[in-house]
């Protein structure tokens, strides 16, 4: 084991189509962030830190895992040597997919650490899943398996052999991305909606199924081309996660902001609840920017996440059961 400190690097995430609904096997559409998560190992005495970017203030809420069982989970009894920083770039519980980057970030650190060649996807998606049990009730394993892929992602869980692909998207098209504060905890939401389906189970599968054909429906628009199209489908989305009771009323006026501003189409992102991130497809640069300082103006941390037409392989990739 070396002495030098080591850092391993990984991406947040944002859901354009497909959350919760995505847990019961529908696909989901999530684009890997430009803003990344990383964790730095040092010899030490098992000390964990969490250093926030400048700007970023979410209150830590009871319902999420907190960094040290996040580093617990991937160290195991390495830690009792070694001391932990951990950074974000974006802000964490709320929908950033935080905890599968930092998962990811501190498995790669480890595997530097330890002179252990990179992984493949399938090992590497195994290992980050097992470590967002500690964060999620039920993971579907679409946060890791977008911070593992990176670019434009459609994720479906089918078992224990999730399929997973890259997606090249038609240009130009303008994605803002905000967070109005923390959304309360993924665990409660999930365990939430699996009790309204327990308790109305064909009203809520319809919703769901709903929510995945947005996810079909938008993210071949994506791919097409056809924006407006990608954009209706954001807004019916919105509109049943809202039923869901997911989308707070401070992302409900962001929302509003964005479609103010000119956006094609709008929705909250991740799990949702308290608060948490949302997204606005545009198809004018001006228009996106405008709705970024109008957001950051209202007090939302808002930014323009860059879209590219994907490189890379396009093959769906199973992870070994
Ligand atoms: O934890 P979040 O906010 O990044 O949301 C994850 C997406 C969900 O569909 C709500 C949960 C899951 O495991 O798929």
Redesign the pocket.
């Known amino acids: 084991m070396s002495d030098e400190p080591v850092v391993g690097r990984a991406p947040g ?1 944002i ?1 354009l189509f ?6 019961y096997g529908e696909p ?1 559409i999530g684009l890997a962030l430009s803003k990344n998560a990383s964790a730095t190992l040092k010899p030490g005495r098992g000390q964990v830190r969490l250093r926030l970017d400048e700007g970023i203030n979410v209150a830590v809420s009871e319902n999420a895992a907190t960094p040290k069982d996040l580093v617990a989970a991937v160290l195991k009894p390495d830690l009792a040597n070694l001391d932990v920083e951990l950074a974000l770039e974006f802000p964490p ?8 980057a930092i998962a990811v970030a501190l498995i790669r650190a480890q595997d530097q650490l330890n002179g252990v060649p990179p992984r493949t996807f399938a090992v590497a998606f195994e290992r980050a899943l097992g470590v ?1 049990t500690v ?9 890791p398996a977008i911070c593992l892929k990176g670019g434009l992602v459609r994720f479906v ?1 089918a078992g224990l052999r999730p399929q997973v692909s890259r997606l090249k998207m038609k240009l130009p098209a303008h994605l803002v991305v905000a967070s109005a504060g923390g ?1 309360g905890g ?1 665990r409660q ?2 365990t939430r909606l699996a009790d309204m389906k327990a308790t109305t189970p064909k009203l809520v599968e319809q919703a769901m199924q709903t929510l995945g054909e947005t996810a079909r429906v938008g993210g071949q628009a994506l791919l097409s081309g056809d924006f407006p199209t990608a954009g209706l489908a954001m807004d019916l989305a919105n509109g049943v996660l809202s039923g869901f009771g997911l989308v707070a009323p401070a992302v409900e006026q962001g929302l509003a902001i964005c479609r103010g501003a000119g956006a094609l189409g709008a929705k909250m ?4 609840g308290d608060g ?2 949302f997204c606005a497809l545009f198809d004018g640069v001006r228009r996106a920017r405008r709705a970024v300082n109008l957001l950051n103006e209202a007090g939302y941390m808002a930014w323009m996440e860059p879209l590219a037409e994907s490189s890379g392989p396009t093959s769906d990739i199973e992870p070994s059961a």
Do not use: L, N
């Open positions: 995430k859901i497909g959350e919760h609904a995505v847990v989901a519980m709320s929908g950033f997919g935080s905890s599968a967002e964060a999620h009730a039920k993971p579907s394993g679409v946060d869980r959304h993924t939401s999930v992102s991740g799990a949702g948490g991130a």
